[in-house]
T-cell receptor, first 110, second 114 residues
Framework: DAKTTQPNSMESNEEEPVHLPCNHS???????IHWYRQLPSQGPEYVIH???SNVNNRMASLAIAEDRKSSTLILHRATLRDAAVYYC???????????FGPGTRLSVLP | DGGITQSPKYLFRKEGQNVTLSCEQN?????MYWYRQDPGQGLRLIYY???????QKGDIAEGYSVSREKKESFPLTVTSAQKNPTAFYLC?????????????FGPGTRLTVT
């Protein structure tokens, strides 16, 4: 399975934008890029996913590099409720077998 | 409301006992998954099922068993053969088909075996 690399932790101030990076240099042409986040003692929550083009939804934006070897999750205005562990996952087109790494722990400072 | 329910939230067992964790979904999803999470770690796939009466092993299936007799239900049994069963267990479901779909997760069951 293709792997992803994320920073262990990041910090942001409330109401400022946050850019969470993810490297996936071994991504295959049919792998989708998914982002989930997890609050303590809860199940992960879907954030966004994409294949080649940048994607926007009500929660966040996903910027995918032209060579697809990296991507960035963008939270436009961080709130205290955005403090969580964020996982970047590659999902093959046919299989839904996600491989979760340790993720990035985002702290949001008031 | 549509979603995934897992019960119980906390479960305590003695070593050597089998224990079954419940997972039910009313999202009409074909695919269901079981993950295990240890402290400070990401999730690891135990078993998944893409259709009723069929399931496949994930990365860490040893010591676990599942069944999928109904579309809505995917119970996980942690057997006495699982060497380190204490963990946070998460169930998920998704649409099944060509393409990539989000997985919906339940609230999890925290199992403690002593």
């Amino acid at each position: 399975d293709a792997k992803t690399t994320q920073p262990n932790s990041m910090e942001s101030n409330e109401e400022e934008p946050v850019h969470l990076p993810c490297n996936h240099s071994t991504i295959s042409g049919t792998d989708y890029i998914h982002w989930y986040r997890q609050l303590p003692s809860q199940g992960p929550e879907y954030v966004i996913h994409g294949l080649t083009s940048n994607v926007n939804n009500r929660m966040a934006s996903l910027a995918i590099a032209e060579d697809r070897k990296s991507s960035t999750l963008i939270l436009h205005r961080a709130t205290l409720r955005d403090a969580a562990v964020y996982y970047c996952i590659l999902s093959p087109r046919i299989s839904q077998n996600f491989v979760f790494g340790p993720g990035t722990r985002l702290s949001v400072l008031p | 409301d549509g979603g995934i329910t897992q019960s119980p939230k906390y479960l305590f067992r003695k070593e050597g006992q089998n224990v079954t964790l419940s997972c039910e979904q009313n999202l009409n999803h074909d695919a269901m998954y079981w993950y295990r999470q240890d402290p400070g770690q990401g999730l690891r796939l135990i078993y998944y099922s893409q259709i009723v009466n069929d399931f496949q092993k994930g990365d860490i299936a040893e010591g676990y068993s599942v069944s999928r007799e109904k579309k809505e239900s995917f119970p996980l049994t942690v057997t006495s053969a699982q060497k380190n069963p204490t963990a946070f267990y998460l169930c998920a479901s998704s649409v099944q088909g060509e393409g990539s779909y989000e997985q919906y997760f339940g609230p999890g069951t925290r199992l403690t075996v002593t």
